[in-house]
């Protein structure tokens, strides 16, 4: 079992940015490498949905809704990824959570909340 630990969320004002950084140091780093590792987060009332991911080969995909305003990375030395988010919209607000998926193998962070006031 892979523990990951996120950390950067809060309460924000609409137009604001936060940073989102997610890490395994539990983690064998060339582990790391082979894993898609990404961000989905989950608003109250609805599914959790896709944010933004990037695989190991370095594929990035974005929901429409972040497209131009969030930014994924990934720090294979530091077995980190993050996600920067600017330009945040009240509907932003949501818990994220982190993924590290491999094959069938899924391990997700503990959620971190990101408030978005108006």
């Known amino acids: 079992q892979v523990h990951l630990v996120e950390s950067g969320g809060g309460l924000v004002q609409a137009g604001g940015s936060l940073r989102l950084t997610c890490r395994a140091p539990g983690m064998i780093t060339s582990v790391f490498w082979g894993y898609t590792v990404g961000w989905f987060r989950q608003a109250p009332g609805k599914q959790r949905e896709l944010v933004a991911r990037i695989t190991s080969g370095g594929e990035i995909t974005y929901a429409e809704s972040v497209k131009g305003r969030f930014t994924i990375s990934r720090d294979s030395s530091r077995k980190t990824t993050s996600l920067q988010m600017n330009f945040l919209k009240p509907e932003d607000t949501a818990v994220y959570y982190c993924?590290?998926?491999?094959?069938?193998?899924?391990?997700w962070g503990q959620g971190t909340q990101v408030t978005v006031s108006s």
């Open positions: 993924n590290f998926a491999k094959g069938s193998v899924d391990y």
